[in-house]
């Protein structure tokens, strides 16, 4: 019995010095028995550090209905507060409204008291963000301050100013929130407040600062609550600190470590929140899509939307990644409709505009752009924009001016994206600036100064394991393999014909045969590479364009009074460029559609059958045969295409 009395004083010793692991081991040597309505409540604390959700409400609970049996108004709705509070962190909004209205029934006959003040902050926090009623939000809390402080509750005091300060940002008045938030902050620094009330402001200073780009600040404060978390030995609010740092990490590019935190803040979060969990979730697929991981950043966002968050813009950005550009249309477009807080969509608005350009919709794009532009303009802390903002308006400015093809635009946008995103410390931001950058500059013709941003970018892509964009500046360079259909054309006999017509037919002939060929290639959207003698090699996006371009071809010719056989060959495979204008294409792609066209007789489309895995249904095909092709050392299997 001596052992249990030791334990149960050791207990309420750890308790009241907030080390709640040590408390949480103690009161399990108890007999629970002996718990008061106060022990339990401190029970259920250490419980729910230790990361015990369910056994931390079941104890408040218990404490609930201890201090309910002894008449004790101000206890049972003090837990019943704590309650509410649980049970909306799962998710389980109809039991939190429950204990709410509890509470509220608890204390409707009492004198003023410090559990008031707590229902008045709740209260105020309900307005902002379940009924984004900031006027009414900002008159509450204020009444929350007034109330504590009163009472003397510094603890909902600073939430108050927090909370106050969240409010005012959100409606536009940035500078007196972020004063607001600086002070409660400091407060939570100087150790003024409860564990449980200093991570809330934390979490609420940090997001603010990210939803407003200023990276700064919110790495400052993330660093602060970081050196906070780590002298707690316990569960819960370091999920939320290792979710900041995990976003900061990101930002600075260093992603392994990035991701690595994330995950263990998902762990260790579990339920005890389902939003932040979900934004956990999120924030890995973010990480996991920038490096090209498909399947790992689907499952996440898929988990995060599971658990009530939005996974959007990046769900969206990964179909466009996937080349869905459909998909990602359609995905960030239905995000966009329902969301109407300006910061939220401020979130998703760059997306549109870069998913809008791969669907050649400028229009959309560029309405994009100015309205994330107006919401950029309203949200300026100390009347100017944060960097990161400006870094974003520009980006999106500079996108649209290379898709009008408009590059002295496009260079003085992305020179200033590049360089704000530096002064912001975010290497893979400044690193896609300085790709499509060095695309404008080789574009305007100044060669020379696109290689150097490229290689620029290239290096940065290299280190973080941007696999994609690491592809995508080699392409650029001429150094990678893209994906291409490659279409070649010859006519059948043309030393017999050019014999037979003499030189003066035959210029004629083959000038209006070139006309043909040039006509159809550019209708069907592919590009003429180069003339190869008296034929042709064009470069298409997809295997549909290459296959209607040839079935053009051989209409047009058929129509013609006087004609010559023409012979055509497609492939789609990997090239690479093969000039610093890249104009030119090289590769076993390239080669294999070449001896492709030489292996067809007149007047016949021959295409590989590998090609035709991603073309359409609806053309009449011949049998499949098998032919050796010369240079390669395996037969290729190919299909004829009826054009008739």
């Known amino acids: 019995m001596s052992q249990l009395i030791d334990s149960l004083d050791d207990a309420r010793a750890a308790a009241a010095r907030q080390a709640w692991r040590a408390a949480y081991a103690f009161y399990g040597e108890t007999d629970a028995q002996a718990l008061t309505a106060a022990d339990n409540e401190s029970y259920a604390e250490a419980a729910w550090w230790s990361g015990k959700l369910d056994e931390a409400i079941a104890r408040r609970e218990r404490a609930h209905a201890a201090y309910a049996a002894s008449d004790d108004a101000l206890g049972a709705a003090r837990l019943a507060l704590a309650l509410s509070w649980d049970y909306e962190g799962r998710g389980s909004f109809a039991v939190a409204g429950g204990w709410l209205a509890t509470a509220e029934r608890l204390l409707a006959d009492q004198p003023e008291a410090p559990e008031h003040a707590q229902l008045s902050l709740i209260h105020a926090l309900t307005a902002m963000f379940a009924e984004g009623d900031l006027d009414r939000a900002v008159e509450l809390f204020e009444e929350a301050f007034d109330l504590a402080k009163r009472l003397g509750n510094r603890d909902v005091q600073m939430l108050a100013l927090s909370g106050k300060g969240r409010a005012l940002i959100k409606g536009g008045a940035i500078d007196e929130g972020l004063a607001l938030l600086d002070e409660a902050t400091a407060a939570a620094m100087c150790g003024d407040l409860r564990a449980h009330s200093a991570g809330l402001v934390y979490c609420i200073t940090i997001s603010s600062c990210q939803d407003l780009g200023d990276y700064r600040r919110a790495a400052e404060w993330t660093e602060a609550a970081n050196r906070w978390c780590d002298k707690l030995d316990v569960t819960g609010f370091p999920g939320a600190c290792r979710i900041h740092r995990a976003e900061a990490l990101r930002l600075r590019g260093d992603w392994p470590a990035a991701e690595a935190q994330a995950i263990a803040a998902c762990e260790e979060l579990q339920d005890f929140d389902r939003s932040i969990t979900a934004s956990g979730h999120y924030e890995i697929g973010e990480i996991r899509r920038r490096r090209g991981n498909f399947a790992g950043a689907e499952e996440s ?49 760059p997306a549109q505009v870069e998913i809008a350009i791969a669907a050649g919709d400028l229009k959309t794009a560029r309405a994009a752009s ?172 997809n295997p549909n364009a290459a296959i209607e371009a040839a079935i053009a071809i051989q209409r047009s010719l058929h129509g013609e009074v006087v004609a010559p056989d023409v012979r055509i060959g497609a492939h789609a495979g990997g090239a690479f460029r093969t000039d610093a204008d890249n104009a030119d294409y090289g590769g076993q792609g390239v080669h294999i559609a070449a001896r492709i066209s030489a292996a067809a007789s007149g007047a016949e489309i021959l295409v590989s059958s590998e090609t035709l895995d991603g073309a359409a249904s609806s053309f009449r095909l011949s049998e499949r045969r098998t032919e050796h092709l010369k240079g390669l050392d395996h037969p290729i299997e190919v299909v004829s295409i009826d054009w008739r």
């Open 301 to 349: 966002y898929r988990t995060s939307n599971e658990m009530g968050r939005d996974p959007q813009p990046g769900l969206s950005l990964l179909r466009l990644a996937e080349g869905k550009v459909e998909a990602a249309a359609a995905g960030i477009t239905r995000t966009l409709q329902d969301v109407t807080d300006p910061l939220h969509r401020l979130r998703r608005l």
């Open 370 to 541: 100015e309205e994330a532009e107006q919401i950029v303009d309203s949200y300026k802390i100390g009347n100017r924009r944060a960097a990161a903002f400006d870094a974003t308006i520009h980006f999106a400015r500079g996108q649209i001016k290379l898709a009008e093809k408009d590059w002295p635009g496009a260079v003085a946008a992305l020179q200033h994206a590049r360089d704000a995103w530096q002064g912001v410390g975010a290497p893979y931001e400044t690193a896609r600036a300085r790709m499509l950058l060095g695309t404008a500059y080789t574009r305007s013709g100044d060669v020379h100064a696109g290689a150097v941003e490229l290689e620029s970018a290239l290096a940065t892509f290299e280190r973080l394991g941007a696999a994609l964009d690491e592809a995508r500046v080699n392409e650029l360079l001429g150094r990678v393999e893209a994906r291409r259909t490659f279409l070649f054309t010859d006519i059948v006999d043309s030393t017999r014909l050019l014999d037979t017509l003499g030189d003066d037919k035959w210029k004629r002939l083959l000038a209006r045969h070139n006309e043909l060929l040039r006509e159809q290639i550019a209708a069907s959207g592919g590009e003429v590479v180069k003339q190869t003698g008296d034929g042709f090699f064009a470069s298409f996006e």
